[in-house]
C-alpha cells in the first residue's frame, strides 16, 4: 500500500477509494448470483399449476373472509 501510495501521489484514502471504484464491478459479477434457475427441480408442467391455482372454492367470499381474520391489521398481531 505503501509503495502505491508513494508511486500514485494519492492519500491511503483516495488509494482505497480508487481501488473500491476500478476493482467493485469485477468483484460483484464474479460472487452476486447468476440470473436464471436457482434450483435444479424441474419445473412444474402447466397442467398441474392450473390445476393448482385454479381452485374457485378457495377464492369464495367465505375464503375471503378467512383469510382476512387470519391476517395481522395495524400491525397487530
Known amino acids: ?4 501510495q508513494a ?3 494519492l492519500s491511503r484514502n483516495q ?7 476500478e476493482a467493485l464491478p469485477d468483484v460483484l459479477a464474479k460472487f452476486l448470483p447468476k440470473p436464471g434457475r436457482l434450483t435444479n427441480v ?3 408442467p402447466d397442467e398441474v399449476l392450473d390445476r393448482i391455482y385454479s381452485k374457485p ?3 369464495d ?3 375471503v373472509r378467512q383469510l382476512m ?5 395495524g400491525g397487530e398481531d
Not at 500500500?1 to 502505491?4: D, F, L, N, R, V
Not at 381474520?69 to 391489521?73: D, G, S, W
Open 42 to 44: 424441474e419445473p412444474l
Open 7 to 9: 508511486k500514485s501521489g
Open 57 to 59: 372454492e378457495e377464492e
Open 69 to 73: 381474520a387470519a391476517q395481522a391489521f
Open 61 to 63: 367470499e367465505a375464503g
Open 1 to 4: 500500500m505503501a509503495e502505491a
Open 15 to 21: 488509494l482505497i477509494i480508487q481501488c473500491v471504484r
